[in-house]
């Protein structure tokens, strides 16, 4: 992957989120040149092996910055658009600021990118709640859609925007459905996600695990390094 990388510039939204942060040091040892948009300021050092930050510009602020977005997009071969109002739950208790961000977010990056002379390719990071309930184990990626709160709807409709805008204008895009990532730089004692890192963090500290119920749910599980190689590969 690393002939692939080497000197280019890459732009990665949402960058210094807990998938960003793990793409980025994929993409440092890869030898790219690169950038970040965050509202979060830049962590530093980076917690992360590669092979430095030479060259990196981080850019904080907001993704419907109109002015600041077309400034970060300027010059770079791919972008890799993680960044969003995340959560199911908070979705659907402040509704209009997840429509806000997940919906103007990607219009204004998208439309930054099309009228640029030589756009970028764009690998959006979308999530397994675009999907309805599932009837039958193992689900498949062609199960129907139907999401469930405000944030799959928004990422299913940020999904037909991506792919609208390569319809119209040319760009070149890829979705990938996320279920569940887990491992490096996690928050260790974030409880609403990441729940193997919450339980690592329970039992660590002699805390009680919570089961509910029986313990008979399912849920599918994947490391963070697996879905780094799939945007490395996307891109």
């Known amino acids: 992957m690393k002939s692939e990388y080497a000197g280019r510039r890459v732009l990665i939204t949402g960058g210094t989120g807990f998938i960003g942060l793990n793409l980025a040091a994929a993409l440092r040892e890869a030898g790219a ?20 930050t030479v060259g990196e510009v981080h850019f904080q602020g ?3 910055d109109r002015a600041l977005v077309e400034k970060a997009v300027a010059g770079s071969s791919v972008i890799f658009n ?12 402040e509704p ?17 990118c099309r009228r640029l002379a030589d756009p970028p390719a764009v690998v959006f990071a979308s999530s397994r709640l675009v999907y309805r309930p599932a009837t039958q184990m193992p689900v498949s990626e062609s199960w129907l859609t139907g999401p469930l709160s405000l944030y799959g709807v928004h990422k299913l409709a940020g999904e037909h ?3 609208l805008y390569e319809h119209l204008y040319g760009l070149r895009t890829v979705v990938l459905r996320i ?22 963090h329970l039992a660590l500290t002699d805390k009680v695990l919570p089961i509910y119920g029986e313990g008979q749910q399912l849920r599918d599980y994947v ?6 190689r799939s945007f490395l590969t996307a891109g």
């Open 33 to 52: 040149e690169v950038r970040t948009l965050s509202r979060s300021a830049v962590i530093s050092p980076p917690p992360l092996a590669g092979e430095g």
């Open 62 to 64: 907001d993704l419907r």
């Open 82 to 93: 993680l960044a969003a109002h995340s959560g199911s739950v908070s979705s659907n208790t």
């Open 96 to 112: 209009f600021e997840d429509l806000d961000v997940n919906l103007r977010g990607n219009l204004t990056l998208l439309e930054a």
């Open 161 to 163: 925007y991506h792919l």
């Open 179 to 200: 279920t569940n990532p887990y491992g490096h730089v996690q928050g260790p004692a974030e409880s609403r996600y990441g729940i193997i890192n919450w339980f690592i």
């Open 223 to 228: 490391t963070v390094d697996d879905v780094v």
